[in-house]
């Protein structure tokens, strides 16, 4: 059985619902994980999607903020939400997918904190925020062996890691989401599972590869300025059953988009 599994920050579920109603017609996959959804539970548009075949559907919304959600045509079971550095942001939902009897899959659906403009955690406590999340998070992978059976691990993780993954490497290496120190958390964290970039197992590192252009750029085609924000790691037990990969980049110019456009990864289970 194949299945497909798409990853996208939506900015504000309710907003627009209309493009991941789009997404669903055009490309029609098993599992849809949403971050940055921008409401309550009781707010979430369930049942617009359950009228789609997604039944299955597990969220942890915030007002106004953040918020992750994971819609499914697969089963899912055992749905958790952490908590991270204390302070009660909505950015992580995992749960356990099961198809046709087979081993579960645990998934898991981050929002990483975008870290402010400043790339200084004395100056800005939103870069400080995002280097102690993403310390807990790869001491949290180590300690629980996340990736040590089948999983994934998809979201907006406001990192792009490698040179290709930025417009302009040396532009952007004092720009947050590229900073060195940013990135060597990161990779601390992919290296804690450790976890294999779906992603860049089709596209080699030396091709560049975006999935988020800024709202400030008036035509962001033309300019192309683009980052790789947004990720599906893999544990290395479910690597070899990578089928296929693709970035909606035509996303970015549907009406009222999203600055991140959706990433559907493809696979064997």
């Known amino acids: ?152 691990l998809v979201g907006d993780l406001n990192i792009a890691p490698f040179e290709h993954d930025v417009w302009s490497h040396k532009a952007l290496l004092k720009i947050v989401s590229h900073t060195p120190i940013e990135v060597e958390k990161l990779n601390r964290a992919l290296g804690s599972g450790p976890w294999h970039d779906a992603m860049r197992h089709f596209v080699p590192e030396s091709e560049k590869l975006y999935t988020w252009w800024s709202y400030r750029s008036p035509d962001w085609a033309a300019a192309d300025k683009g980052r790789r924000l947004d990720h599906v790691w893999v544990s290395k037990k479910l690597a070899p059953q990578l089928r296929g990969m693709k970035v909606l980049r035509d996303a970015r110019g549907w009406e009222q988009p999203s600055d991140h456009v959706p990433v559907i990864v493809e696979m064997e289970i």
Not at 90 to 109: Q, T, Y
Not at 128 to 151: N, T
């Open 1 to 152: 059985m194949t299945f497909k599994i798409a990853t996208w920050n939506i900015n504000s579920v309710r907003l627009r619902r209309g493009l991941v109603e789009k997404l669903i017609a055009q490309e029609s996959p098993d599992v849809i994980c949403l971050q940055e959804i921008k409401c309550r539970d009781a707010e979430f548009p369930g049942g617009a999607f359950r009228m789609l075949g997604y039944e299955q559907q597990a969220v942890s919304g915030q007002k106004g903020y953040h918020g992750v959600a994971i819609l499914s045509r697969i089963p899912l079971e055992n749905v958790n939400k952490r908590e991270f550095c204390g302070i009660g942001d909505a950015r992580h939902i995992s749960v356990s997918l099961r198809a046709n009897g087979k081993m579960p899959i645990d998934l898991h659906n981050f929002y990483i904190p975008a870290g402010g403009d400043i790339p200084d955690r004395e100056q800005n406590q939103k870069f400080g925020h995002k280097l102690d999340f993403l310390d807990e998070l790869a001491l949290w992978i180590e300690k629980d062996r996340l990736a040590h059976e089948r999983a994934i």
